[in-house]
């Protein structure tokens, strides 16, 4: 587990560093570590069980780094146009569903 650590966190180091010198974005340098180190690429690293239970505790990392750098107003500010968009995205998919649905015949009210 220990060697797994200091794989990923090695290669997550070398291939970040080549990606911000090559202007590539590190989400593409971390993919490309997962693919090489994983179970389909080279097979460094074989545990499954042990790279899920880490990608989960990574996930709980930047979950809780986001989480101390949102500022409340931020999220409340975000909320509001996330339910705003929301709201009308889903009235426009009812829409076009009940269109599409009444076009082609398809009426629920004979049904009963």
Same mark, same amino acid.
């Given at each position: 587990?220990?060697?797994?650590?200091?794989?990923?966190?090695?290669?997550?180091?070398?291939?970040?560093?080549?990606? *911000?010198?090559?202007?590539?974005?590190?989400?593409?340098?971390?993919?490309?570590?997962?693919?090489?180190?994983?179970?389909?690429?080279?097979? @460094?690293?074989?545990?499954?069980?042990? *790279?899920?239970d880490?990608?989960?505790?990574?996930?709980?990392?930047?979950?809780?780094?986001?989480? *101390?750098?949102?500022?409340?107003?931020?999220?409340?500010?975000?909320?509001?146009?996330?339910?705003? @968009?929301?709201?009308?995205?889903?009235?426009?998919?009812?829409?076009? #569903?009940?269109? @599409?649905?009444?076009? *082609? #015949?398809f009426?629920?009210?004979?049904?009963?």
């Amino acid at each position: 587990m220990v060697f797994s650590f200091f794989l990923i966190f090695t290669g997550a180091a070398v291939l970040a560093t080549f990606a *911000l010198y090559t202007k590539q974005p590190l989400l593409i340098a971390y993919i490309a570590l997962g693919v090489l180190v994983g179970p389909f690429g080279f097979s @460094v690293v074989e545990n499954t069980q042990l *790279l899920t239970d880490m990608a989960e505790i990574g996930i709980i990392f930047l979950l809780f780094l986001l989480g *101390l750098d949102m500022q409340l107003s931020n999220l409340i500010s975000t909320l509001r146009k996330s339910v705003v @968009v929301g709201i009308v995205s889903s009235l426009a998919f009812v829409a076009v #569903g009940y269109s @599409v649905t009444t076009a *082609l #015949g398809f009426n629920n009210s004979e049904a009963i």
